[in-house]
């Protein structure tokens, strides 16, 4: 099994690559999420609507 995959030809490098950068974004992204503050994730949540309210209250007055 490991012999197929060191025994590649022209285009599976890019396969390979694909994987790779694939995987570090994840493992980035991962990393992220885990170290985003409690306060800011309730601040984006919240963002959304908020925005939702302020219209309708331009709309009201």
């Given at each position: 099994?490991?012999?197929?995959?060191?025994d590649l030809?022209?285009?599976?490098?890019?396969?390979?690559?694909?994987?790779?950068?694939?995987?570090?974004?994840?493992?980035?992204?991962?990393?992220?999420?885990?170290?985003?503050?409690?306060?800011?994730?309730?601040?984006?949540?919240?963002?959304?609507?908020?925005?939702?309210?302020?219209?309708?209250?331009?709309?009201?007055?």
């Amino acid at each position: 099994m490991f012999k197929q995959i060191i025994d590649l030809g022209g285009n599976e490098w890019y396969l390979i690559l694909s994987l790779w950068i694939f995987f570090v974004f994840f493992v980035f992204v991962a990393i992220w999420l885990l170290r985003m503050r409690k306060p800011y994730s309730d601040y984006m949540s919240q963002l959304p609507l908020e925005n939702k309210k302020m219209e309708k209250e331009q709309f009201l007055d």
